[in-house]
Nanobody
Framework: EAHLAESGGASVQDGGSLRLSCAAS????????VSWFRQFPGKEREGVAA???????RYADSVKGRFTISRDNAKNTLSLLMNSLKPEDTAMYYC??????????????????WGQGTQVTVSS
């Protein structure tokens, strides 16, 4: 049974940087697809960044050029480096995984495993 656990969420100033991590057990991050999603209060969960087994990445337009997704296969972890953070980035961030994904995708319905989330707050 796969288990994902996010960490690294914090309160930062506008323009700051933050790195989120996701530790996986019962699942290898090198397989299938692993992704980051975020959810604003009262809104649906939306895709932020994804990476597939071949290393292909996909980003939401709102974070492209500012966020970077990466894997550490030896540690079996997933990371999201967030630069130039804005107040509108404030959300609960989740990591997700799917063993059946053939390429990086950002639709939440295709992911099987989810972490419990970590809060990111950016103040102006």
């Amino acid at each position: 049974e796969a288990h994902l656990a996010e960490s690294g969420g914090a309160s930062v100033q506008d323009g700051g940087s933050l790195r989120l991590s996701c530790a996986a057990s019962g699942y290898f991050v090198r397989g299938g697809c692993v992704s980051w999603f975020r959810q604003f209060p009262g809104k649906e969960r939306e895709g932020v960044a994804a990476i597939d087994r071949d290393g292909y990445t996909r980003y939401a337009d709102s974070v492209k050029g500012r966020f970077t997704i990466s894997r550490d296969n030896a540690k079996n972890t997933l990371s999201l480096l967030m630069n130039s953070l804005k107040p509108e980035d404030t959300a609960m961030y989740y990591c997700a995984a799917s063993p059946y994904c053939a390429y990086a995708r950002l639709d939440a319905s295709r992911y099987n495993y989810w972490g419990q989330g970590t809060q990111v707050t950016v103040s102006s």
